[in-house]
């Protein structure tokens, strides 16, 4: 099975900061690469596919790289709804494997 | 829209199982696979397995296989996931998650609320 790891699995940053979420496979995954944004109590919300395709009514700021078996997820200027816990997941081949997330807190 | 809309929470005892509902609208049900994912306590989400439901045939993580049944009933648009055996690790929130693919990737596009098992003696 693939591992999917994520760093850090926190951080604190503040409103306008450039944040940047690592996400590595444990082999190849080519580009079968998602982010995910969930908050407290909410279901999980697409918000970047296939490494770097910007999922329709995400707002721009979010950014996604990456090929083979590192990725990031770049938020560019941290908004005060952005403050929530971010996976990646590979969908290269079952299981369908997640990330341990990355939870971005107020500083 | 598309929707998919859980049953509502559950508490169990140990040893019992639990079926909880998944129902689809606002897409053609059969063209999409639909996953189940659960997420512990203040835990990270977990793949469980995957549902085709064109024709019904299913694929489960390893840690799931012999407790976990996965079906579907196309005439109302819904998908069930059943958990036996349950112990008090299975308390968690349950979400089933429509997949999409196409050209550029494949990727779970719309997820239910989520329904929470509780297990407790």
């Known amino acids: 099975d693939i591992q999917m790891t994520q760093s850090p699995s926190s951080l604190s940053a503040s409103v306008g900061d450039r944040v940047t979420i690592t996400c590595r496979a444990s082999?190849?995954?080519?580009?079968?690469l998602n982010w995910y944004q969930q908050k407290p109590g909410k279901a999980p919300k697409l918000l970047i596919y296939a490494a770097s395709s910007l999922q329709s009514g995400v707002p721009s700021r979010f950014s996604g790289f990456g090929s083979g078996t590192n990725f990031t997820l770049t938020i560019s200027s941290l908004q005060p709804e952005d403050f929530a816990t971010y996976y990646c997941q590979q969908s290269y081949t079952t299981p369908r494997a997640f990330g341990g997330g990355t939870k971005v807190e107020i500083k | 829209q598309v929707q998919l809309v859980q049953s509502g929470a559950e508490v169990k005892k140990p040893g019992a199982s639990v079926e909880i509902s998944c129902k689809a609208s606002g897409y053609t049900f059969t063209n999409h696979y639909m996953h189940w994912v659960r997420q512990t306590p203040g835990q990270g989400l977990e793949w469980m397995g995957i549902i085709n439901p064109n024709g019904g045939s299913t694929n489960f993580a390893q840690k799931f296989r012999g407790r976990v049944t996965m079906t579907r009933d196309t005439s109302t648009s819904t998908v069930y996931m059943e958990l036996s055996s349950l112990r008090s690790e299975d308390t968690a929130v349950y979400y089933c998650?429509?997949?999409?693919?196409?050209?550029?990737?494949?990727?779970?596009?719309?997820w239910g609320q989520g329904t929470l098992v509780t297990v407790s003696s």
């Open positions: 082999q190849t995954i080519v580009t079968y």
């Open positions: 998650a429509r997949e999409s693919s196409g050209r550029y990737g494949i990727y779970f596009d719309s």
